[in-house]
């Protein structure tokens, strides 16, 4: 029978009314077996059957029947393969998650042309206030002396002086420092020099600018600075330098900046992105090996019960010394040596597997050979021991 092709094998197999499962070089063994055990059971009913009639109070044999179709309901009642859980909710969900990459790849690429234009248009919006609201003045409907006296001009035409020179030496600190300063916030006798130059005031016109400033409840866009350069001071000695609070940058100074910062955001949402994409392949890659792992299982549970039933019936002839046979005699006769380490999940989970869904096979303790020794062993329904006996 080794000369059999495995189509040939199958064909025999199915005539005699067997049904196999996959033949593989695995199990190839143990349907040759299983064929040879058919041919002698064939024979040996022809030979009943042309033999002397049945002796009284003794029914006659029953005539053998065809194995009963496949069983969909696990290893309960046939030696089919279970049906294996359908991959359903893992596919759909890798179906939502890969269109929904690219739903945030597309929405990456807006959202950097959108920080881009917005970068760009802040900067001219920016001017424009600077040259309509640059300096909030409600004096006008006031009736106190000092606002209508020609000293609120002068403190005022000050802090438009100070207002520029301090958002022009931000600007330039922000867009490459060329004129090397430590810091944007400049040092108030530096900018009380500068004014005094440029206005032709007395240092007593900034030291009113500088109180204005502290006095008004409005944002005019320059910052008081003390000594520690993180608290508010409250009054005018207590100024260390000042700050504007809205740099003048030039178009290109804008445009960089506006770069740097869309390719920032950018590299971020890249790397998300990247990240969601690495678990995306990694989680297809364990659902695919998941897959392959649990139809292995299942044929392994196939070959475990098909050797632990034949070396039963080979028992009941007195063909085979015990009714038990080894667990890791199973193992030995089922996976090669080159295989086991690699196989080795595979038949813990068919031994767990067998040991929670099948009742006709029973794992026992034994001494065996002066050893303990796990074993399994048939347990045969009685139905079917009286239809063969």
Known sequence: MAELTDAELRKELLELGYQPGPITATTRKVY???????RAEVAAAR????GAPPSPGRSPARPQQA???PQRSGFSLGRDTPRQQPAGKAKGFERFLSQFLLLATLLLLLLFLGILLAKMSSGWLDRREESFHLLPVDCDEKTDKFCQSKQRELV????????TYLSIQAG???CGNPEQLRSKCIWVSEAREHLV???GGSPQRFEDALLWILNSNKDLGIRLRGRDLVGEVSRVEEVFCLESAHPQMGLGCRFRRAVVTAITTLFLFFWGLLSLWGILLLLR???RKREEEEQAMYEMVKSIIAVVQDHYKEWE???ERYPYVGIYHVRDSLIPPQSRKKMKRVWERAVDFLASNESRIQTESHRVGGEDMLVWRWTQPSYLSDSEH
């Open 32 to 38: 040759i077996k299983k064929l040879g055990c058919l």
């Open 67 to 69: 194995s009963p179709p």
């Open 172 to 174: 330039n600190f922000e």
């Open 317 to 319: 002839r007195n063909l």
């Open 285 to 287: 890659y364990r659902w």
């Open 156 to 163: 005022l035409s000050m802090l438009q002086e100070l207002y």
């Open 47 to 50: 030979r009943r059957g042309c």
């Open 197 to 199: 130059n440029i206005t």
